[in-house]
């Protein structure tokens, strides 16, 4: 089955700096990967996805993040983080390779940038 | 485009009522899906609709809670009778066939008392 993991229940960063967020997935066939961003008492808001192609992709709010298919990993990176990134953010995979459009989430990472 | 509209934003009612819960996908999208989301249990997945016809409903938590798609444009979540517990934020999200992206509204907050 498919899944995602996200290791860290919170990131701190000071602004500025370059920020990561973590997630780790299992799948069988080729990923389709996904971050999604939710602002406090906001629906969750599409940030990028991967599908197929360079493993490095680039979303809103100069966001990327890297496809490592050895390390199965898709981790949310920003060269400069911003107080306006702190929110929650989660790391989804679709759960049939060709099928319906399910997505499993992973459990979220809070980002809290500090100025 | 307005985006996914759920309706109401924020509800308060008493144990033992009917709670009724809207959706408006965004228009010409196949597929409409129900989330909750707790802290402690996170985001569920409830139930999702293909075509208006119920695909998976394994996330309904029970029989109190029941989905409906009458439409390509109108989607109901139902929880009858509400329970203290059933409190949390449900959102509806929809997308394209085969376009993978969902894209979510901005949620009802449920409060059973």
């Known amino acids: 089955a498919q899944s995602v993991a996200q290791p860290e229940d919170q990131v701190n960063v000071a602004e500025g700096n370059p920020l990561t967020v973590k997630c780790t997935y299992s799948v069988s066939g080729n990923p389709y990967l996904f971050w999604y961003v939710q602002y406090p008492n906001r629906g969750l808001q599409f940030l990028l996805k991967y599908i197929t192609g360079d493993n490095l992709v680039k979303g809103s709010y100069g966001f990327e993040a890297e496809f490592n298919k050895s390390q199965t990993s898709f981790h949310l990176k920003k060269p400069s983080a911003l107080v306006s990134d702190s929110a929650l953010y989660f790391c989804?995979?679709?759960?049939?390779?060709?099928?319906?459009?399910?997505?499993?989430f992973g459990a979220g990472t809070r980002l809290a940038v500090h100025p | 485009d307005a985006g996914v509209i759920q309706s109401p934003r924020h509800e308060v009612t008493e144990m033992g009522q009917e709670v009724t819960l809207r959706c408006k996908p965004i228009s010409g999208h196949d597929y409409l899906f129900w989330y909750r989301q707790t802290m402690m249990r996170g985001l569920e997945l409830l139930i999702y609709?293909?075509?208006?016809?119920?695909?998976?409903d394994s996330g309904m938590p029970e029989d109190r809670f029941s989905a409906k798609m009458p439409n390509a444009s109108f989607s109901t979540l139902k929880i009858q009778p509400s329970e203290p517990r059933d409190s949390a934020v449900y959102f509806c999200a929809s997308s394209f066939l085969r376009g993978e992206t969902q894209y979510f509204g901005p949620g009802t907050r449920l409060l059973v008392l």
């Open positions: 989804a995979v679709r759960d049939t390779p060709g099928g319906y459009n399910k997505l499993i």
């Open positions: 609709f293909n075509n208006n016809v119920p695909i998976d």
